[in-house]
């Protein structure tokens, strides 16, 4: 098995030509507009392990998704090992190299079973095994010492019995600014860059990324400037750098990526969006449904009427994706489900094409 390519992603968006504007070219890939994701919350729950994404990720698949997201610590290795049965259980009727695979390290993965101490395992694993300094580990959870992180690549390809990845994040290094300060946390950075691009350059993935809560967007302490990120990129990498990606959040209730002037760009402010598109950075989006929490009350019909004009879809989670579907600027959006009917109820808005953008604008004057 190798990577995603243009001509195998073309082959596969091809099976679905009944699709309306579902499939976006980038990097020289065609992504879906909708990825699926494997996380879920406090994965150290025993209730996270009784249940198996296999199912979900099977049919989304096989529904016109090829986008696939994990991360070394969902459910601590459990996600990445169940993607990889999926993998191994369609490789007769669908190529790897149509299928775009991004996995994150940053966190600190542990295993399930759960080990009893996990002190003793951080301590067995990473520090005693020269990975990090105890120092160089955030709140017990979080190290992105190159070391580490290079240990968590390749830890996640064996877990999911791939070769390479197409995209690895970077997972929340904004964890570390409070105590580094910006000046130190930028030269982890570089480091962290260099190591990427030898990887990169090793074959471990394609290109790389970092994926954010709300470093892109807030004004605190954790904020980080995608165009600094970009100059470490192109010192430690050249114009070819592979520092090609970011996640972050974006959905009807958090919409700060399109509409706050949160980044700069040759000195002039920007939102996200319009930084990532002048600096050329794919912008994928994750927690599009706000882990369920957009739901506690109905959407306003007038938000159907802007989205789906054909009144075809049928509930507000479908309207949800359809939003960060329409959104311009946006590679491909994260949704994630234990169910394979969810999957097959929310690739119903592939059926109907994006918001137009005359109306798009309209949302954000209408109640939620």
């Not at 190290?143 to 995209?167: G, Q, V, Y």
């Not at 290094?173 to 350059?201: Q, V, W």
């Amino acid at each position: 098995m190798s990577n995603a390519v243009y001509e195998k992603t073309l082959e596969y968006a091809k099976e679905f030509s009944q699709y309306k504007s579902f499939y976006i070219p980038h990097r020289n890939l065609l992504f879906s507009k909708l990825g699926i994701g494997t996380f879920t919350p406090e994965p150290y729950k025993e209730e996270n392990y009784l249940f198996s994404f296999e199912e979900p990720l099977t049919k989304a698949i096989q529904s016109g998704i090829n986008h696939i997201d994990t991360a070394s610590n969902y459910r601590y290795g459990q996600s990445e090992k169940e993607i990889g049965q999926v993998l191994k259980s369609i490789a007769n009727s669908i190529d790897r190299e149509s299928l775009i695979i991004a996995s994150k390290g940053g966190f600190i993965p542990l295993e399930f079973p759960f080990p009893s101490n996990p002190y003793t395992w951080i301590d067995e694993h990473i520090i005693s095994s020269g990975l990090a300094l105890s120092e160089d580990i955030e709140l017990d959870q979080h190290c992105m010492t190159p070391d580490f992180l290079e240990w968590s690549c390749r830890k996640s390809l064996a877990n999911l019995d791939i070769d390479k990845l197409d995209i690895y994040y970077l997972h929340n290094p904004e964890m570390h600014l409070a105590r580094l300060g910006h000046d130190t946390f930028y030269k982890n950075i570089y480091s962290i860059f260099e190591r990427f691009e030898a990887l990169a350059d090793e074959g471990l993935f394609a290109n790389y990324g970092v994926a954010v809560w709300n470093a892109f967007i807030t004004d605190t302490i954790e904020h980080i400037s995608l165009e600094k990120l970009v100059s470490i990129a192109k010192e430690v990498g050249g114009q070819n750098h592979r520092f090609a990606y970011i996640q972050t959040p974006f959905n009807l209730a958090k919409t700060n990526i399109y509409t706050q002037e949160t980044q700069s760009v040759d000195g002039n402010k920007c939102t996200l969006l319009q930084a990532a598109y002048r600096l050329n950075i794919g912008v994928i989006t994750s927690s599009s449904l706000l882990q369920m929490h957009l739901f506690k009350k109905s959407f306003a019909a007038e938000i159907g009427v802007v989205l789906d004009e054909s009144m075809t879809l049928e509930n507000d989670i479908q309207l949800a994706l359809q939003f960060v579907r329409s959104t311009p600027g946006i590679v491909s959006s994260l949704f994630s489900t234990r169910w394979q009917d969810h999957v097959e109820q929310n690739c119903k808005i592939a059926t109907i094409g994006p918001a137009k953008n005359s109306k798009y604008d309209l949302l954000y004057r209408l109640p939620r």
